[in-house]
């Protein structure tokens, strides 16, 4: 069965907010080091010690929200938000910006998914992955196929 969605374009300002939720996510890691420095108020009592680790911590979220909306700007990407069409299979998922012109995905390109309340998210990358909205299905069944593929490529639980 080949599970054949409507057209869809990704907006921009929900792939930028979706990125960086991803990598606030990923990498965790970051929150425990601006603690870590804030702690060095009970070494030396100053309060520019906050005030350095929340800059920091600021600093290091806008980076991250430059580069994703760099990404939306970018004319190599300017395919990405294109509207399009997806074909879904048990072998890969094709996104049609045509009849003529698309590009295969392969299921061992996606690390993970994610069942959202409205929204399929398979992710590639940290910056890179199909957010495929439960709406762009033509039924429930389409969607119920695809949540069996992803359960079967063990990419959900």
Request: glycine share 4%.
């Amino acid at each position: 069965m080949i599970v054949k969605t409507k057209k869809y374009q990704l907006p921009t300002g929900t792939y930028i907010k979706m990125a960086l939720v991803n990598v606030l996510k990923e990498q965790w890691w970051v929150i425990p080091i601006a603690l870590a420095i804030m702690c060095g108020y009970f070494w030396i009592p100053s309060i520019w010690w906050i005030i350095a680790a929340l800059i920091a911590y600021g600093l290091y979220v806008l980076f991250w929200a430059i580069q994703f909306t760099g990404v939306t700007q970018m004319e190599q990407n300017k395919v990405i938000f294109d509207k399009m069409a997806y074909e879904i299979d048990s072998r890969q998922i094709l996104m049609k910006i045509n009849s003529k012109q698309g590009m295969p995905v392969q299921w061992n390109m996606i690390k993970n998914a994610e069942v959202r309340k409205d929204a399929f998210v398979l992710y590639m990358s940290k910056a890179q992955f199909i957010h495929l909205p439960f709406r762009i299905f033509n039924s429930d069944n389409e969607r119920k196929f695809m949540e069996t593929i992803l359960k079967r490529k063990e990419l959900i639980k």
